[in-house]
T-cell receptor, first 115, second 112 residues
Framework: NAGVTQTPKFQVLKTGQSMTLQCAQD?????MYWYRQDPGMGLRLIYY???????DKGEVPNGYNVSRLNKREFSLRLESAAPSQTSVYFC??????????????FGDGTRLSIL | GEDVEQSLFLSVREGDSSVINCTYT??????LYWYKQEPGAGLQLLTY?????DMKQDQRLTVLLNKKDKHLSLRIADTQTGDSAIYFC????????????FGTGTKLQVIP
């Protein structure tokens, strides 16, 4: 009963280092998302993938890249980490069918600190 | 663009009812959701309502939708300490890929 799995759960980086956050879902969902959550700002969409083979920018894409490796996996990469990217990162997935009820299912998050 | 607003904080006594409010701007919203986030965890879907409904009840949870005023509320009856969490309102539009817009979350504190 895994749902959406994110790794790692915690990470500390130095400014300028790179890292990839991993996300996998086992619900055969078409759409996947990456959000960041900061105090008082709710969830902000970084990138999303409406279906396998496509990715699009969300609200705050600068400083990030993504890869939809296959239907199950959607990774988020920080090429050169900055302190402003200290946040909690959530991956989510949804069915992605046209005109259907599409609640998003979330992972438990990755807590990332950039020093 | 679409916007979803919530008050940041609500405090209630154990056993009382809690009412968390949300307003949204997207008139084409088709589904509206309530999520719960406990400390250190991701968002968990609590309940949802389709835009052609006024009310939905699910055990202790009652969702009310006023589409004219674009106002959504979540009522939790007999609030327990385990209900302490952040509650997010979210909405999604119609057609094709459906971007979900989340509110900033309301932190519910339940006082024993």
């Amino acid at each position: 009963n895994a749902g959406v799995t994110q790794t790692p759960k915690f990470q500390v980086l130095k400014t300028g280092q790179s890292m990839t956050l991993q996300c996998a879902q086992d619900m055969n969902h078409n759409s996947m998302y990456w959000y960041r959550q900061d105090p008082g700002m709710g969830l902000r969409l970084i990138y999303y993938s409406a279906s396998e083979g496509t990715t699009d920018k969300g609200e705050v894409p600068n400083g990030y890249n993504v890869s939809r490796l296959n239907k199950r996996e959607f990774s988020l990469r920080l090429e050169s980490a900055a302190p402003s990217q200290t946040s909690v990162y959530f991956c989510a997935s949804s069915v992605g069918r046209f005109n259907s009820n599409q609640p998003q299912h979330f992972g438990d998050g990755t807590r990332l600190s950039i020093l | 663009g679409e916007d979803v607003e919530q008050s940041l904080f609500l405090s209630v006594r154990e056993g009382d009812s809690s009412v968390i409010n949300c307003t949204y701007t997207d008139s084409s919203s088709t589904y509206l959701y309530w999520y719960k986030q406990e400390p250190g965890a991701g968002l968990q879907l609590l309940t949802y309502i389709f835009s052609n409904m006024d009310m939905k009840q699910d055990q202790r949870l009652t969702v009310l939708l006023n589409k004219k005023d674009k106002h959504l509320s979540l009522r939790i009856a007999d609030t327990q300490t385990g209900d302490s969490a952040i509650y997010f309102c979210a909405e999604t539009g119609s057609g094709g890929y459906q971007k979900v817009t989340f509110g900033t979350g309301t932190k519910l504190q339940v006082i024993p």
